[in-house]
């Protein structure tokens, strides 16, 4: 069996959007519940909150695209103390298509974004 996760089997999608039958596994990244959303209409699997990022650094990010470069890397550097986690999502992401949902408004720089470059093994030094 391959190591390498197929980036089409790592998706994104808000807690807000409502869940299709191709989202495989749907796993809630984030810290906090999303607001405004009931538990039985997120329709997920698991909820990951050790894997989100730390009510610090969230805070110190605050969706500041000026400062995502900085995030990616802290960031990364905070799902690699979860060894267990992170390993456990890669198992899933080479099986199976998993959905990362997130409740962050900004579809670019969010930590969902960044938690799958660390899943499909990209460099958060680099510019995406």
């Known amino acids: 069996m391959s190591s390498r ?9 808000r807690a807000y959007e409502p869940p ?5 596994m749907r796993i809630l990244i984030d810290r906090l519940w ?5 538990k039985a209409d997120a329709a997920l699997d698991q909820w990951v909150k ?12 605050g969706h500041d695209p000026a400062r995502w ?3 990616r890397i802290r960031y990364a550097e905070e799902v690699r103390q979860h060894r267990a986690q992170l ?19 900004d579809r670019v720089h969010n930590d969902a974004v960044a938690l799958r470059d660390v899943l499909l093994g990209r460099n958060p030094r680099t510019r995406h």
């Open 69 to 71: 470069q900085e995030f």
């Open 34 to 38: 999303p607001r405004g959303v009931k």
């Open 20 to 24: 299709t039958r191709d989202d495989g």
């Open 50 to 61: 050790d894997l989100a990022p730390s009510t610090a650094l969230r805070k110190w990010f």
């Open 5 to 13: 996760i197929k980036a089409g089997n790592v998706k994104l999608k």
């Open 87 to 105: 390993r456990q999502l890669r198992a899933l992401a080479r099986t199976r298509p998993i959905t990362l949902v997130y409740s962050a408004h």
